[in-house]
């Protein structure tokens, strides 16, 4: 069956300009994650939703960063007045019931944003 | 701080020989332990989850093991493929929200025929 999707795969961007990134989800899938994962470094927790609403956002790394979850599926991470220190590829993660416990989590492929 | 650290960095090994990889982690309170593999390019995909009272779970050619009193786990691989190379990953869950999953930097191992 279909995985979870990421777009776009790779997005340039001047400093200063907003960016959209959007993650389809595994259908079905109630919890979805997003990750940000930089050079050299571990992945890094952003936040997390549960259906529509975002229990945990206490990752995301300052007030430019922003994500909705619509319909409890497709959700878009937001980055207002990007910085070149933005530039990491975004992670996006699904898994069928969220909460705690060992509720597997399935990865996209990554959006690669760069930010000259 | 909780921490997850792991080694070695990178591994290069010939077609066909085991090797182990090393995870070590100051997470508490500790939930369950996971192993990923991360292809170049693409998002992890999970190997193994393993909770409190499991010390050693395999899936083919992967075994992990934790020892919860030393905090540490390690991931086996035997009979290595060229398929094998990528970036492994140990993620840690402190089963307090998942603002405390915490992310090793990886082992990246290449598989050289």
């Known amino acids: 069956g279909a995985g979870v999707s990421q777009s776009p795969s790779n997005k340039v961007t001047e400093k200063g300009k907003d960016v959209e990134l959007r993650c389809d989800p595994i259908?079905?899938?109630?919890?979805l994650y997003w990750y940000r994962q930089s050079l050299g470094q571990g992945l890094e927790f952003l936040i997390y939703?549960?259906?529509?609403?975002?229990?945990?956002k206490s990752g995301l790394p300052s007030d430019r960063f922003s994500a909705e979850r619509t319909g409890g599926s497709v959700s878009t991470l937001t980055i207002q007045r990007t910085q070149q220190e933005d530039s990491a590829v975004y992670l996006c993660?699904?898994?069928?019931?969220?909460?705690?416990?060992?509720?597997?989590?399935?990865f996209g492929p990554g959006t690669r944003l760069t930010v000259t | 701080k909780n921490q997850v650290e792991q080694s070695p960095q990178s591994l290069i090994i010939l077609e066909g020989k085991n090797c182990t990889l090393q995870c070590n982690y100051t997470v508490s309170p500790f939930s369950n332990l996971r192993w990923y593999k991360q292809d170049t390019g693409r998002g992890p995909v999970s190997l193994t989850i393993m909770t409190f009272s499991e010390n050693t779970k395999s899936n083919g050619r992967y075994t992990a093991t934790l020892d919860a009193d030393t905090k540490q786990s390690s991931l086996h691989i035997t009979a290595s493929q060229l398929s094998d190379s990528a970036s492994y990953i140990c993620v840690v869950s402190a089963g307090e929200g998942y603002s405390t999953l915490t992310f090793g930097k990886g082992t990246m191992l290449l598989v050289s025929p």
């Open positions: 259908s079905g899938h109630t919890a």
């Open positions: 993660a699904s898994s069928p019931r969220g909460g705690q416990g060992v509720d597997e989590q399935y």
């Open positions: 939703f549960q259906g529509n609403s975002a229990p945990d």
